[in-house]
């Protein structure tokens, strides 16, 4: 086996600084869940990598494993895939189609799975310094040519696509991240894919409860909301994170009162607006240079399934409500998916706007806005 590589992340604002490939080798077969060509371009191997963080007392170095598909010349850019959930094997298997169709439309896919979940950590600000985690994945394809199509062709995309938690990796990414230099993160980046989510933008509404017998609730897109697409109609959205959510974000916040059956403290409240991704006290929500699409479930009435609808509009809408027509994302618009399979299933739901299934009309804004250096 070869010596694993060390990707850097770092302090809260600041990316790690060079980035080095290690030896190149192959860790190994992918597990099944990861795409593959199939042998039409490179082989599906999956790379060892070690995720290494500035304060390794409190946020420990992490494994991952990342691979790669860059199909024939001239390629179109790079898409990253960020999961869901914590990240690991077991949360990719819904980007198959993805990545198989952005392979075909001539761009570079590269899927990553972190070995535990990647939101763990026991520094205080808890999710917001985890973050450095996805940010300094993001950053370490921006620095690797291999990874970068943009390193060989000028105006080759670099973009992301995530759901759920991992839309809010990628949420602290654009918003807390950059380099000892000033340089934030989200300048590198020429467009971002954001399905339900991003799901940490305001953790203290997620977790907070007032009252056991009170439950807040966000309206989203209402009259006059820069960026709602024609087709999305107002809705009301729950603002705590359901059961089987809060599970995770009680173990991610490290908070055991998170969402749970009594009122919480105003420690904790503070505590978990301090790490959300909009607090009210800092974050670059600015991008000029960068083409963003939000997709969220649209619906107000349970499914068929447990937990259905999840709080993931709601928290998305902490975000969104941010971009104006005089400060916005090239190309932005949000957009309430119908008929969703289940809480966050944008992908198999239905277009408000075309008609078109969920997925279709997400690749269509891909492809379009990633390309460099101006989105449309």
Same mark, same amino acid.
């Given at each position: ?213 009170? =439950?807040?609730?966000? *309206?989203?897109? $209402? ?8 087709? /999305? %109609?107002?809705?009301?959205? #729950? ?110 739901? =239905?277009?408000?706007? *075309?008609?078109? $299934? ?8 891909? /492809? %379009?806005?990633?390309?460099? #250096?101006?989105?449309?």
């Amino acid at each position: 086996m070869p010596s694993a590589e060390r990707a850097s992340a770092a302090l809260l604002r600041e990316l790690g600084g060079a980035i080095h490939r290690g030896s190149g080798q192959p860790a190994g077969t992918c597990p099944s869940e990861f795409w593959d060509a199939g042998g039409v371009a490179n082989p599906p191997y999956c790379y060892s990598a070690v995720m290494h963080c500035a304060n390794p007392t409190t946020t420990p170095d992490l494994d991952f494993i990342y691979s790669y598909d860059k199909p024939a010349a001239p390629l179109s850019g790079s898409i990253v895939f960020l999961p869901g959930s914590g990240g690991t094997l077991g949360k990719l298997v819904g980007d198959g189609q993805f990545v198989q169709d952005y392979f075909n439309d001539s761009y570079e896919v590269i899927q990553v799975a972190w070995q535990t979940d990647w939101q763990q950590t026991s520094d205080p600000l808890a999710l917001m310094t985890a973050a450095g985690r996805p940010a300094g994945f993001l950053n370490y394809v921006l620095n690797t040519p291999l990874l970068n199509a943009r390193s060989t062709i000028p105006t080759a995309g670099l973009c992301a696509q995530a759901v759920s938690a991992g839309s809010g990796g990628a949420g602290y990414a654009l918003a807390w991240y950059a380099d000892s230099a000033g340089n934030y993160l989200n300048a590198d980046l020429d467009n971002v894919e954001l399905m339900s989510g991003p799901v940490f933008a305001n953790v203290e509404a997620g977790c907070m409860v007032i009252s056991p017998s009170l =439950t807040a609730a966000q *309206t989203i897109c $209402p009259a006059g909301q820069y960026g709602c697409s024609p087709g /999305t %109609t107002t809705w009301q959205n #729950p603002e705590p994170y359901v059961p089987v959510d809060a599970q995770q974000v009680r173990a991610w916040t490290n908070d055991n009162t998170c969402a749970n059956a009594m009122q919480t403290s105003s420690t904790s409240n503070q505590n978990w607006l301090a790490m959300s991704i909009v607090n009210g006290s800092g974050g670059n929500f600015t991008y000029s240079n960068l083409g963003m699409a939000g997709w969220v479930c649209a619906t107000s009435t349970s499914c068929s399934l447990p937990n259905c609808p999840n709080n993931s509009a709601a928290e998305g809408e902490f975000f969104y409500t941010l971009f104006t027509s005089g400060s916005h994302p090239a190309g932005y618009k949000l957009t309430g998916i119908t008929s969703c399979e289940n809480a966050e299933g944008v992908a198999q739901g =239905t277009d408000p706007d *075309t008609g078109q $299934p969920g997925w279709k009309a997400i690749e269509g804004h891909m /492809t %379009t806005q990633c390309t460099h #250096p101006s989105p449309r």
